[in-house]
Nanobody, 127 residues
Framework: QVRLVESGGGSVQTGGSLRLSCAAS????????MGWFRQAPGKEREGVAS???????HYADSVKGRFTISRDNDKSTLYLEMNSLKPEDTAMYYC?????????????????????RGQGTQVTVSS
């Protein structure tokens, strides 16, 4: 059974930091591109960051320089370090896994097409 379990969300003030984690199980984690997307109430899903099997990272323009994605293949865990948070970062954040040579692209640009998604963790940034 495939599971992606996010944790680490919470409420912070503008300029604050959070670290999200995603524990994966039930599939060959090392063979998948991984990433994060978010969805705010009334808005479409938005890709945030993705990381390829080889560790190459990709970011949405809105988070470049503020967020860092990383993965630990030994622990089958994905991370998202978020710094300098802004109110517009408020959303439910989801972990996603996608196979294929362009899996990272789908997570970033078509997150609905990812193979697997978690249940999400809420991030709220107040001004």
């Amino acid at each position: 059974q495939v599971r992606l379990v996010e944790s680490g969300g919470g409420s912070v003030q503008t300029g604050g930091s959070l670290r999200l984690s995603c524990a994966a199980s039930g599939f060959n984690y090392r063979s998948y591109d991984m990433g994060w997307f978010r969805q705010a109430p009334g808005k479409e899903r938005e890709g945030v960051a993705s990381i390829q099997q080889n560790g190459t990272t990709h970011y949405a323009d809105s988070v470049k320089g503020r967020f860092t994605i990383s993965r630990d293949n030994d622990k089958s865990t994905l991370y998202l370090e978020m710094n300098s948070l802004k109110p517009e970062d408020t959303a439910m954040y989801y972990c996603a896994a996608s196979s294929g040579s362009a899996g990272w692209w789908f997570i970033l640009h078509r997150p609905a097409n990812a193979n697997y998604r978690g249940q999400g963790t809420q991030v709220t940034v107040s001004s």
